[in-house]
């Protein structure tokens, strides 16, 4: 009973976190996997949404922040509720849920959130291709991002 009330009484400062992390012009997302239990079906996998204020290398100089949000799955309506109302650059990995953030689903006409890839999740993709083949444009493409990881 007391974490309820815990959780009760946190809340509001929750969602003053989320919505200071929104004010930038700039944020990251991303989601991780964590076990649930005791859901009557066992165990499932269910995610913790990560939201990250920190700007300083773009000139954002406000105070870092995260926020977490939890779902019971990986549905894309996940981030669209949590950041349906952010402006501005979203550094995300390349997870589908994000798009209808960027643009509408009907229309695909742009929204008001850019999307900034993961040079990470970027050459993971070259990586696979030389896992299966080898391809000289693959490999040119994981030296060129390892080149930019070391800067």
Not at 29 to 45: C, E, H, K, Q, R
Not at 125 to 132: A, G, H, P, Q, Y
Request: charged share 25%; glycine share 10%.
């Amino acid at each position: 009973r007391w974490a309820r009330k815990l959780a009760w009484l946190m809340a509001p400062l929750g969602e003053r976190l989320l919505a200071y992390i929104l004010e930038a012009p700039k944020i990251h997302g991303d989601d991780t996997p964590v076990t649930l239990l005791g859901n009557g079906n066992g165990s499932a996998i269910a995610r913790f949404w990560v939201y990250l204020r920190h700007g300083w290398s773009s000139g954002d100089m406000e105070p870092p922040a995260v926020a977490y949000r939890f779902s019971a799955d990986r549905g894309g309506h996940h981030p669209a509720a949590h950041l349906g109302n952010y402006r501005g650059f979203l550094q995300a990995d390349g997870f589908a849920g994000y798009n209808a953030l960027y643009r509408d689903p009907k229309t695909k006409a742009p929204r008001d959130v850019v999307e900034v890839g993961c040079w990470a999740h970027a050459r993971r993709k070259f990586t696979d291709v030389l896992d299966k083949t080898p391809s000289p444009v693959a490999a040119e493409a994981v030296v060129r991002i390892a080149e930019l990881f070391a800067i």
